[in-house]
């Protein structure tokens, strides 16, 4: 299969744009992540944290990338309204089952938009005294970023377009594309 093998996805592939990082780019880039945390953590038995759904596929692709043990655990939010998500307020829906106290804890993000969430998380996670506590993300939209975020381990830099694949979505659809795709605008309303 290549990279962008559309014909695998025919009731999607009418949909997409241009391809702009193919499922062998992602899994190189997720590998040279997976060993960077292996060296980096290498005796520490980390946490990886990741907040579902979209982070799902990355984060299954890097936890076998990495070498070392380690834990998982997953949170899930919602905002509660249209105010409260441009402020990055969220409500915890679950939370994690692993108590990170003394831990190194790996926040895993999909991909990082204007970090108010992400900082809102983290804030979170950090009273709960980790022994440490970084950001991995595969994807990051800085054209978006309100608030600045230290990202430790980071993938690839998205433009400000509307993307679809590897777990980003667009109402639900397209998360199971093992490549990224620019989203033709007229499926999101901008002819």
């Known amino acids: 299969m290549t990279g962008d093998d559309r014909s695998r996805f025919p009731e999607m592939s009418p949909d997409l744009g241009q391809t702009l990082f193919s499922a062998e780019q992602i899994q190189q880039r997720v590998n040279e992540m997976g060993a960077a945390?292996?060296?980096d953590y290498a005796g520490l038995n980390p946490v990886l944290v990741g907040v579902l759904k979209g982070v799902m596929p990355f984060l299954a692709d890097l936890m076998r990338a990495i070498t070392i043990p380690?834990?998982?655990?997953?949170?899930?939010i919602t905002s509660y309204s249209s105010e409260t998500r441009e402020?990055?307020?969220v409500r915890i829906e679950k939370d994690l089952s692993v108590a990170i106290e003394?831990?190194?804890v790996i926040f895993v993000e999909d991909v990082i938009d204007t970090g108010l969430t992400l900082?809102?998380?983290?804030?979170?996670?950090?009273?709960r005294e980790p022994a440490t506590l970084q950001v991995c993300t595969l994807f990051d939209k800085s054209v978006h970023r309100l608030i600045d975020?230290?990202?430790t381990y980071q993938g690839f830099d998205l433009p400000d377009r509307f993307v679809v694949g590897y777990g980003l979505d667009y109402r639900e659809k397209y998360r199971n594309l093992p490549f990224v795709a620019l989203?033709?605008?007229?499926?999101?309303?901008?002819?």
Not at 70 to 76: H, S
Not at 119 to 127: P, V
Not at 183 to 191: S, T
């Open 183 to 191: 989203l033709k605008p007229h499926i999101f309303g901008h002819a």
């Open 149 to 151: 975020i230290d990202v």
């Open 87 to 89: 402020r990055g307020i």
């Open 102 to 104: 003394g831990r190194h």
């Open 37 to 39: 945390i292996s060296a």
């Open 70 to 76: 380690l834990e998982i655990d997953f949170m899930a």
């Open 119 to 127: 900082n809102y998380l983290l804030r979170a996670l950090r009273t």
